[in-house]
């Protein structure tokens, strides 16, 4: 069963008057989002993440603080994934060496019909009188 999140307004009233009520919503929440994990792998790396982000907000001196903190977090995370799409597995690997190419000369080709060397077919010189 799919939870339905209360409008704005009703978030912003419970974060000012009722602190601790906008506190459990979350954590049941959160609960329910960990709990619908479709493989037991997905749902401990779930409960992980929800440990380390509770911790930084423990930790952090005010709720922007922590805000801040788990934005890092998500950030270096973000980058992470950057770095393994973009690095190709060969180089991460030890022991093996990288693949190696044998670079080939081609031969220069024949002077062509039109001949694009010549001073006086340069194309700067046009509109100049020449006497």
């Known amino acids: 069963m799919k939870q339905k999140l209360p ?6 009233d419970m974060a000012r008057n009722d ?13 329910h989002v960990i709990a619908g994990a479709t493989t037991e792998q997905k749902r401990k790396r779930l409960e992980g993440l929800q ?10 001196r005010s709720p922007l603080a922590a805000t ?34 044998t670079v080939l000369a081609f031969p220069k080709p ?13 194309p700067s010189d046009e509109g100049e009188d020449k006497d």
């Open 68 to 101: 801040i903190r788990i934005s890092e977090m998500m950030c270096h995370s973000l980058a992470d994934l950057h770095r393994s799409m973009v690095t190709p597995l060969v180089a991460e690997q030890e022991g093996e060496e990288s693949p190696t190419a």
């Open 19 to 31: 602190p601790q009520r906008l506190e459990k919503l979350r954590r049941i929440l959160t609960e």
């Open 110 to 122: 024949a002077r062509s019909f039109f001949n694009f060397d010549d001073a006086d077919d340069d």
């Open 51 to 60: 440990f380390r982000v509770d911790l930084e907000r423990e930790r952090a």
């Open 7 to 12: 409008a704005f307004d009703v978030l912003v």
